[in-house]
């Protein structure tokens, strides 16, 4: 066995034990941590995307804590490590099989809470709000995978949070960060689209790689396997035997743990024209889907919002196609002789269109005469930029070398709000009819026990 491998005992023992393994600098709230030469990061969740925030931050922090339930997700982790150091022999790369692990993010916050300055949250959905408002109540500045939260009352409570505890937080929807999400803002408002009224995107489900439609409901249960931690898994939601259905990969389509592939992908492809647009809260949301149950994501789906007018700017319509066989035809003033990708977005102007893939990243216009035109004038770059994505700007921000990141809560959540409205109406099949001021569905008000913040004792936060 290397000196990078680990059993589930050694994982446990370990665990137990984090708290007397280092000895580390305490630190407090954002004004301590001005000036600071390296942040102490705790990651919770490690595998997949917690990985990336975890080489991120070692490029410049110290890493002292990790946190996850699958002790197999947390070898990989120290062995990317390890094999980042073997082939990097002129960087200094942090040896993470030194670092404390921990199964249980609510044990760790409270053995090491003083010794650690920020968090990073890389879990399913079903934990993120309950990670990172622990987290922010340590006085923690926090950096949450996207969608923020599983409902939009969790959503709501992380933004009041983040200004209650005086935290840097950060949203890691990646395109945010991004030159093309910038332009998209600065060509909108400079005219180039004219008024906007209709917003289109689609996207595939990707059967087979995070989302597996199951042959019987409730899904067939076995044993977990000994590296996971099942209970801590289910964390806030309501305990059941384990599927392998269920996890590694494929919880996003199960809504007591994810939010389909509208909660996984509409924080990348809606967060252009969501910006652009300034759409705020939807006043109506629509739904159509195939056949659905209580359990699994529908095979297809379209969500329409519908946004009121804001200042100068008309009402929109926003659509959501989702589903292998929902794909449009091309939009207006497409003069490409490529085919349109499976997962895109287009904002329908009364002058031009703008069109992106499912990220912001590479906007243009359509039609290409425009955009060639554009390319030579562009209007003037108006909104600062951001170096070295979402994480280095949220760390820049968390030592007061910079502004509060761009997807900090206070406008994430009401991007997620946006999105998890729409995962409502797919799960419930349900008109709905949205109040955003007084945040509550008003045409069924029994639908407005998903809207609020709910988890099994033990997880209530």
């Not at 803002?185 to 689209?193: C, I, N, P, S």
Request: proline letters at 8%.
């Amino acid at each position: 066995m290397s000196k990078y491998q680990l059993t589930r005992r050694e994982f446990l023992k370990r665990s137990m034990a984090a708290a007397g393994v280092v000895a580390l600098p305490a630190s407090g709230l954002l004004t301590s941590c001005a000036g600071t030469d390296k942040l102490n990061i705790a990651s919770i969740g490690v595998g997949h995307r917690g990985w990336y925030a975890i080489r991120e931050c070692m490029q410049s922090e110290n890493i002292v804590a990790l946190c996850d339930v699958d002790s197999q997700l947390a070898q990989e982790t120290i062995d990317n490590a390890a094999k980042e150091a073997e082939e990097n022999p002129d960087q200094e790369v942090q040896d993470l099989s030194q670092v404390p692990l921990f199964s249980d993010y609510r044990e760790m916050l409270d053995k090491l809470g003083d010794r650690i300055d920020a968090v990073t949250v890389s879990t399913p959905d079903h934990h993120h709000y309950p990670a990172t408002m622990l987290a922010m109540g340590h006085g923690k500045h926090v950096y949450t995978e996207k969608p923020l939260t599983h409902s939009v009352g969790e959503a709501r409570a992380l933004r009041e949070g983040a200004r209650k505890y005086g935290v840097v937080s950060q949203m890691g929807n990646q395109g945010h960060a991004t030159e093309g999400i910038r332009l998209i803002k600065e060509w909108t408002q400079a005219g180039v689209l004219g008024e906007v009224r209709h917003v289109r995107s689609w996207s595939p489900t990707l059967g087979g790689i995070y989302f597996t439609w199951p042959d019987q409901l409730p899904p067939p249960t076995e044993p977990p396997p000994e590296h996971l931690a099942w209970n801590l898994w289910l964390g806030p939601a309501e305990t059941r035997e384990y599927s392998p259905l269920y996890c590694p990969r494929t919880w996003r389509g199960w809504w007591d743990f994810g939010n389909g592939m509208l909660g996984d992908w509409a924080c990348h492809t809606l967060d252009g024209p969501f910006w652009a647009l300034e759409l705020g809260a939807p006043e109506t949301v629509e739904v159509e889907t195939a056949p659905r149950n209580e359990y699994h994501i529908p095979e297809w789906s379209k969500i329409t919002w519908q946004f009121p007018a804001r200042g100068d700017m008309p009402p929109v319509t926003l659509e959501w196609l989702e589903g292998e066989q929902m794909k449009p035809e091309p939009p207006d003033r497409w003069d490409s002789e490529q085919e349109i990708p499976d997962r895109a977005m287009v904002m329908i102007g009364e002058k031009t269109s703008l069109f992106t893939g499912g990220r912001p990243n590479s906007p243009r216009i359509l039609p290409n005469s425009v955009f060639q035109d554009l390319k030579q004038d562009p209007p003037p770059k108006s909104i600062p930029r951001v170096e070295g994505g979402p994480v280095q700007e949220w760390l820049r921000a968390v030592k007061g070398e910079g502004p509060m990141p761009g997807s900090s809560f206070d406008y994430a959540a009401r991007l997620t709000e946006m999105v998890l409205l729409g995962v409502l109406a797919m799960r419930t099949g349900e008109r709905i009819e949205w109040d955003g001021e007084q945040g509550e569905i008003t045409n069924n008000p029994s639908l407005n026990e998903f809207i609020a913040v709910q988890a099994r004792d033990g997880w209530r936060v």
